[in-house]
């Protein structure tokens, strides 16, 4: 069955000078999908979507967007996206309704004040200033300026970034209760997390380049194992891993500095093994973890660096 | 649902409501002003003239002459030793000194004028009683021109003064402050037309700009006396072109600053010229001729005298034109030159 494209770019390249910020990106994105861009920061994320906003210009590459362009129908697509940019700040001395009745007033249709200010749970501070506001309800108000227009597509740059686990949460239903209305959004974060739980699709970002794409499930999967074991010893090691490779179900070893990490099939086959092998060697335990693996372990083994890590 | 109300409205709104939610700006626009007015309009206030204070220096028939020079109305003469007398004069609480004798000597600089006419009266005294006769008899007749105080120069240049101040601090501050808080580029995101938010600067510096002029023209009937002779229509329509050119330089000052920093000390610059040479304390006559073409062609300088002329001389409009022509001027090109290079992110 073909699929509607929301978003499509090409050969996206943009350069600051001798940086280079994103670097030949193509990108495909489905009408009623959310679709995330995972990677650290600096990754390109924001100069990529910021592009696919009409606010920044690439250097070279092809943006339609809506099955329109940007240069040509950018009246019509300003009405049709709703967005919300990485750090900005609202107006400080204006209330949580005229914000909102501010931006309500550049749409030509879209939902009523009341509404939105239901949608983002912001009524009881409808008649407070936005300097008055903690982090978490700034930033439903600024998603909450994204939605009053109703909007087809919606870009959100890193929604969560600095929240309470608490808020984080309630934008994250945000953000899914708006795609149960079979609309698009386009997200970037450095949460594998946030990732996981709204995204549909996710696309993982280095250095301005796209490394792997696919839904959560898939690029886990793609690991070629879905556990992580983590274990260190007692008085560290420095044997080479070649007797970890021969455990049997090891996909893959990881050293860390606390740690060492193997990718494995599965946990009831390879634990007892590497418990037996261990002893073997004469090696004491100091801990043994194990987890499903993330995105953040895929991220880990396309490019050997964590998420946070930047 | 659509759209509820004209977005040139709300943006209009929104710096209203940001502005009088901020009690400095309300301050500076508002309060200061009239607290310049009130202080200079003290200080310097048309009074009877105050007798000159002059001492006699403590000699023979010291006491006699001080008694004489006293009894001169516009004189008031003690008897002092030596050495007060010169301190005093040097401090400037004397106009003048003088030595009694065979030959009257007086201490006084003849570069103040205070001294200058205390040198005057005091002779005439001394000379009239070592009997000195005027063979002519004159009569005098006294006038006092409305609008020749001190508080009716100073109230139009206030005027001027504060349409430039809020004017170019007013937009200057809120552009800049919202380009770094990246609003600027949220702005841009929306389907907001960047000739509205611009405009709705302009709107709120008129809204503005009435209430300021009647605050201080306000002020200065009440508490001064001070009248508007010409038309309250002219002297408004000098107002908002006073006030479009100071809007259009604040964006123009504010149309790259990246930092708050950057546009203060950029209007900074483009303002104390005028606070100087415009005349809005004291008459740029004061300065020497090579001068006066630059302070002719600084905006304040026709604005303060175009409010002038309507206030104190109760001038029509058409004897203003080319004034207002130098003011629009000023607006047009800054105002144009600022769209054309404003970054917007």
Same mark, same amino acid.
């Given at each position: 069955?073909?699929?509607?494209?929301?978003?499509?770019?090409?050969?996206?390249?943009?350069?600051?000078?001798?940086?280079?910020?994103?670097?030949?990106?193509?990108?495909?994105?489905?009408?009623?999908?959310?679709?995330?861009?995972?990677?650290?920061?600096?990754?390109?994320?924001?100069?990529?979507?910021?592009?696919?906003?009409?606010?920044?210009?690439?250097?070279?590459?092809?943006?339609?967007?809506?099955?329109?362009?940007?240069?040509?129908?950018?009246?019509?697509?300003?009405?049709?996206?709703?967005?919300?940019?990485?750090?900005?700040?609202?107006?400080?001395?204006?209330?949580?309704?005229?914000?909102?009745?501010?931006?309500?007033?550049?749409?030509?249709?879209?939902?009523?004040?009341?509404?939105?200010?239901?949608?983002?749970?912001?009524?009881?501070?409808?008649?407070?200033?936005?300097?008055?506001?903690?982090?978490?309800?700034?930033?439903?108000?600024?998603?909450?300026?994204?939605?009053?227009?109703?909007?087809?597509?919606?870009?959100?740059?890193?929604?969560?970034?600095?929240?309470?686990?608490?808020?984080?949460?309630?934008?994250?239903?945000?953000?899914?209760?708006?795609?149960?209305?079979?609309?698009?959004?386009?997200?970037?974060?450095?949460?594998?997390?946030?990732?996981?739980?709204?995204?549909?699709?996710?696309?993982?970002?280095?250095?301005?380049?796209?490394?792997?794409?696919?839904?959560?499930?898939?690029?886990?999967?793609?690991?070629?194992?879905?556990?992580?074991?983590?274990?260190?010893?007692?008085?560290?090691?420095?044997?080479?891993?070649?007797?970890?490779?021969?455990?049997?179900?090891?996909?893959?070893?990881?050293?860390?500095?606390?740690?060492?990490?193997?990718?494995?099939?599965?946990?009831?086959?390879?634990?007892?093994?590497?418990?037996?092998?261990?002893?073997?060697?004469?090696?004491?335990?100091?801990?043994?973890?194990?987890?499903?693996?993330?995105?953040?372990?895929?991220?880990?083994?396309?490019?050997?660096?964590?998420?946070?890590?930047? | 649902?659509? %759209?509820?109300?004209?977005?040139?409205?709300?943006?209009?709104?929104?710096?209203?409501?940001?502005?009088?939610?901020?009690?400095?700006?309300?301050?500076?626009?508002?309060?200061?002003?009239?607290?310049?007015?009130?202080?200079?309009?003290?200080?310097?206030?048309?009074?009877?003239?105050?007798?000159?204070?002059?001492?006699?220096?403590?000699?023979?028939?010291?006491?006699?002459?001080?008694?004489?020079?006293? %009894?001169?109305?516009?004189?008031?003469? %003690?008897?002092?030793?030596?050495?007060?007398?010169?301190?005093?004069?040097?401090?400037?609480?004397?106009?003048?000194?003088?030595?009694?004798?065979?030959?009257?000597?007086?201490?006084?600089?003849?570069?103040?004028?205070?001294?200058?006419?205390?040198?005057?009266?005091?002779?005439?005294?001394?000379?009239?009683?070592?009997?000195?006769?005027?063979?002519?008899?004159?009569?005098?007749?006294?006038?006092?021109?409305?609008?020749?105080?001190?508080?009716?120069?100073?109230?139009?240049?206030?005027?001027?003064?504060?349409?430039?101040?809020?004017?170019?601090?007013?937009?200057?501050?809120?552009?800049?402050?919202?380009?770094?808080?990246?609003?600027?580029?949220?702005?841009?995101?929306?389907?907001?037309? %960047?000739?509205?938010?611009?405009?709705?600067?302009?709107?709120?510096?008129?809204?503005?700009?009435?209430?300021?002029?009647?605050?201080?023209?306000?002020?200065?009937?009440?508490?001064?006396?001070?009248?508007?002779?010409?038309?309250?229509?002219?002297?408004?329509?000098?107002?908002?072109?006073?006030?479009?050119?100071?809007?259009?330089?604040?964006?123009?000052?504010?149309?790259?600053?990246?930092?708050?920093?950057?546009?203060?000390?950029?209007?900074?610059?483009?303002?104390?010229?005028?606070?100087?040479?415009?005349?809005?304390?004291?008459?740029?006559?004061?300065?020497?001729?090579?001068?006066?073409?630059?302070?002719?062609?600084?905006?304040?300088?026709?604005?303060?005298?175009?409010?002038?002329?309507?206030?104190?001389?109760?001038?029509?409009?058409?004897?203003?034109?080319?004034?207002?022509?130098?003011?629009?001027?000023?607006?047009?090109?800054?105002?144009?030159?600022?769209?054309?290079?404003?970054?917007?992110?």
């Amino acid at each position: 069955m073909d699929v509607e494209i929301a978003l499509r770019c090409q050969g996206l390249k943009k350069r600051y000078g001798d940086v280079v910020a994103v670097d030949g990106l193509d990108l495909e994105v489905h009408v009623g999908e959310c679709f995330g861009l995972l990677g650290p920061n600096g990754a390109g994320k924001t100069t990529t979507v910021e592009i696919l906003e009409g606010l920044l210009e690439a250097d070279a590459g092809d943006v339609e967007i809506l099955g329109g362009r940007w240069g040509k129908d950018d009246r019509v697509l300003r009405q049709r996206l709703g967005v919300q940019l990485q750090e900005t700040q609202l107006a400080e001395k204006l209330t949580v309704e005229e914000t909102l009745g501010l931006f309500r007033s550049f749409f030509d249709r879209g939902r009523s004040v009341d509404e939105v200010l239901q949608l983002v749970q912001l009524q009881e501070k409808r008649k407070a200033w936005v300097s008055r506001l903690s982090g978490g309800q700034q930033q439903r108000l600024a998603v909450a300026c994204a939605l009053v227009s109703h909007p087809d597509l919606l870009f959100l740059d890193e929604p969560t970034t600095g929240l309470d686990p608490q808020s984080r949460r309630q934008l994250w239903d945000l953000v899914l209760d708006f795609k149960a209305s079979g609309r698009t959004v386009l997200l970037t974060t450095h949460y594998m997390e946030e990732a996981q739980r709204l995204c549909d699709r996710v696309a993982i970002v280095d250095h301005g380049k796209i490394i792997a794409l696919g839904t959560p499930a898939e690029l886990i999967a793609s690991l070629g194992a879905e556990h992580v074991v983590e274990f260190a010893l007692e008085h560290g090691d420095s044997a080479p891993d070649e007797w970890l490779r021969q455990v049997p179900g090891v996909r893959d070893v990881r050293r860390e500095r606390d740690g060492i990490f193997l990718t494995v099939g599965e946990v009831h086959r390879s634990v007892p093994a590497l418990l037996a092998a261990l002893k073997d060697r004469g090696l004491a335990l100091s801990r043994l973890t194990t987890h499903h693996a993330t995105l953040e372990d895929v991220f880990v083994a396309l490019t050997g660096r964590h998420l946070r890590d930047g | 649902m659509d %759209r509820a109300s004209h977005p040139l409205l709300e943006l209009t709104r929104a710096r209203l409501m940001e502005f009088i939610r901020e009690p400095e700006a309300i301050f500076w626009v508002f309060v200061f002003p009239v607290l310049l007015a009130l202080g200079l309009g003290i200080a310097f206030r048309s009074r009877p003239a105050q007798p000159l204070r002059i001492a006699v220096q403590q000699g023979s028939g010291a006491a006699v002459l001080a008694e004489a020079l006293d %009894r001169t109305p516009e004189l008031t003469a %003690r008897l002092l030793a030596p050495e007060t007398a010169r301190n005093d004069l040097r401090t400037g609480k004397l106009a003048l000194v003088v030595i009694p004798g065979d030959s009257v000597t007086y201490i006084y600089d003849p570069t103040r004028n205070d001294s200058r006419l205390a040198r005057r009266l005091v002779d005439d005294a001394v000379q009239r009683a070592a009997g000195r006769a005027d063979p002519l008899a004159v009569g005098e007749r006294h006038l006092t021109e409305p609008g020749s105080r001190y508080i009716d120069f100073l109230i139009p240049g206030l005027l001027g003064l504060n349409l430039m101040g809020s004017g170019m601090w007013g937009i200057g501050f809120n552009i800049v402050q919202a380009r770094r808080k990246r609003l600027l580029k949220r702005l841009l995101a929306t389907p907001m037309r %960047r000739s509205h938010y611009l405009l709705s600067f302009i709107l709120s510096r008129f809204v503005f700009m009435i209430l300021e002029v009647a605050a201080l023209v306000g002020f200065g009937w009440l508490v001064f006396d001070v009248r508007v002779h010409g038309s309250i229509a002219d002297l408004l329509i000098v107002a908002i072109v006073g006030a479009l050119a100071f809007a259009g330089l604040g964006l123009l000052a504010a149309s790259r600053a990246q930092t708050i920093e950057g546009v203060s000390g950029i209007m900074n610059l483009v303002m104390l010229p005028m606070w100087i040479f415009s005349g809005v304390f004291f008459s740029y006559a004061n300065f020497p001729d090579a001068l006066q073409p630059f302070i002719q062609a600084l905006p304040l300088t026709p604005l303060n005298d175009a409010l002038r002329a309507v206030m104190i001389d109760g001038a029509p409009l058409t004897g203003n034109l080319a004034r207002l022509a130098v003011i629009g001027g000023w607006g047009i090109v800054s105002f144009a030159t600022a769209l054309r290079i404003f970054r917007w992110q």
